[in-house]
């Protein structure tokens, strides 16, 4: 199994700026994911993030306005540029380790004003 | 693209009465299929997975039936407990690079 976290759990912003969300796993994986949960929504997948090449964007998300990093097997971010108030969503890393499963991060809380 | 649909939206039930909830999808060519629970403020937790070559998948009160040709999977939740309230998600995995596709959820109420 792998163990997920991210940082922030949550935060407010102003529209206009960006914020930039972290991914740790505790474990090599193979895939690493990008999610978007709109409120009463279910969850979307914005981006394949590949380590050490660009990510790869699912149709509607653009590298733009989500650019994604994935230095090494077990980190990457998720940057949310000139943020709106539709961008107001949970963020969730996941990962696949080369079994079946997919795991889940615990997300992050994001409120744009 | 697969579409995910899961029904009822919400379900409200006495403590001890089993749960069913649906889920259905429009692409019966799936690698496999998973269950989550969600809880409030939290990510998701994985429950059950059933390969596309399977029937179907128990752990504990938990038991899940697949019947790809008709695009459907069952989750079923044995004698209830107020712990079992959350958000359950069924998710469909149809090609072979890990992507997911999702249902909008079932919010389970178990009240005591």
């Known amino acids: 199994s792998a163990v997920i976290s991210q940082k922030p759990s949550r935060d407010i912003c102003q529209r206009g700026t960006s914020l930039t969300i972290q991914c740790q796993v505790d474990?090599?994986?193979?895939?690493m994911f990008w999610y978007r949960q709109q409120p009463g929504q279910s969850l979307t997948l914005i981006a394949t993030?590949?380590?050490?090449?660009?990510?790869?964007?699912e149709s509607g998300f653009v590298i733009d306005k989500f650019p994604i990093s994935r230095p090494n097997l077990t980190f990457s971010t998720l940057t949310v540029s000139n943020m709106s108030p539709e961008d107001s969503s949970i963020y969730l890393c996941?990962?696949?380790?080369?079994?079946?499963?997919?795991?889940f991060g615990p997300g992050t809380r994001l409120l744009v004003l | 693209k697969q579409e995910v649909t899961q029904i009822p939206a919400a379900l409200s039930v006495p403590e001890g009465e089993n749960l069913v909830l649906n889920c259905s999808f429009t692409?019966?060519?799936?690698?496999?299929l998973q269950w989550f629970r969600q809880d409030p403020g939290k990510g998701l937790t994985s429950l059950l997975l059933?390969?596309?070559?399977?029937r179907e998948q128990t752990s504990g009160r938990l038991n899940a039936s697949l019947d790809k040709s008709s695009g459907r999977s069952t989750l079923y939740i044995a004698a209830s407990q107020p712990g079992d309230s959350a958000t359950y998600l069924c998710?469909?995995?149809?090609?072979?690079?890990?992507?997911?596709?999702f249902g909008a959820g079932t919010t389970v109420t178990v009240r005591a």
């Open positions: 996941s990962a696949g380790t080369g079994g079946e499963t997919q795991y």
């Open positions: 474990s090599q994986v193979t895939m």
């Open positions: 993030a590949n380590q050490g090449s660009e990510a790869t964007y």
């Open positions: 692409d019966s060519a799936i690698y496999n």
């Open positions: 059933i390969q596309s070559s399977q």
């Open positions: 998710a469909v995995r149809t090609s072979n690079d890990y992507k997911l596709s």
